[in-house]
């Protein structure tokens, strides 16, 4: 009975005094905490800026894309885009290309990337001005809910305004068809019955919003 009582002391002693695990903040705290330090913000913005140089190739210096398929990241909701870097790091959306570089990041270099493009204007792209009224017509049918009708999105949900013609085109027909490039059921719900056409008027819509 000593023996146990002894052991039960010692262990509770060992407890006592062992290091207390505290646990770390996510990417996106930390991402709000610096959002929210107008001191901090600036650098971090500046940090980005010189961590997404890899990105310029194809995403342009100030997120503006230069090539047709490929987003435009100015202006971007920064959570979304700290969320899409995790997807495709996890294996959640697929391009070895991208996987390859975001997987040599890290989380401090994602925050800021994030918060670079996030705080850099987007510019609106040029629409084919016969397709505008169609596309805004549609949007507000199946998308506005989840997009907002500025479309801007929220959070984790991507902003749409001033994106590229062929991005939007190629990734709404993507959820549509359910290629597995993209995976998302309330996406590939609400793209189900849209045809070629409709998909064009959406994005040319949707790039010439401010």
Do not use: W
Not at 200 to 205: F, G, L, M, P
Request: glycine share 6%.
């Amino acid at each position: 009975m000593c023996k146990l009582l002894r052991h039960s002391f010692i262990a509770a002693l060992v407890a006592l005094f062992l290091p207390v695990a505290i646990a770390q903040p996510t990417a996106v705290e930390r991402m709000k905490s610096v959002q929210a330090d107008t001191a901090a913000l600036p650098a971090a913005v500046e940090a980005g800026k010189k961590a997404a140089f890899f990105c310029a190739n194809c995403h342009g210096d100030a997120g503006s894309s230069k090539l047709p398929e490929v987003p435009n990241l100015a202006g971007q909701n920064p959570e979304y885009l700290l969320e899409q870097m995790r997807k495709f790091v996890s294996g959640e959306r697929k391009d070895a290309f991208m996987q390859g570089l975001i997987k040599v990041l890290k989380e401090e270099e994602r925050v800021n990337i994030a918060l670079f493009y996030a705080n850099t204007p987007v510019v609106a792209g040029r629409a084919d001005a016969g397709q505008v009224k169609q596309g805004q017509q549609m949007f507000e049918k199946l998308c506005v809910r989840c997009h907002g009708d500025k479309a801007h999105g929220d959070k984790m949900i991507p902003r749409l305004a001033g994106q590229q013609v062929t991005y939007l085109e190629q990734s709404v027909r993507r959820y549509r068809d359910k290629t597995g490039e993209r995976l998302d059921p309330l996406m590939a719900i609400a793209t189900a019955t849209l045809k070629n056409e409709d998909i064009k008027a959406i994005a040319n819509y949707l790039t010439q919003l401010p």
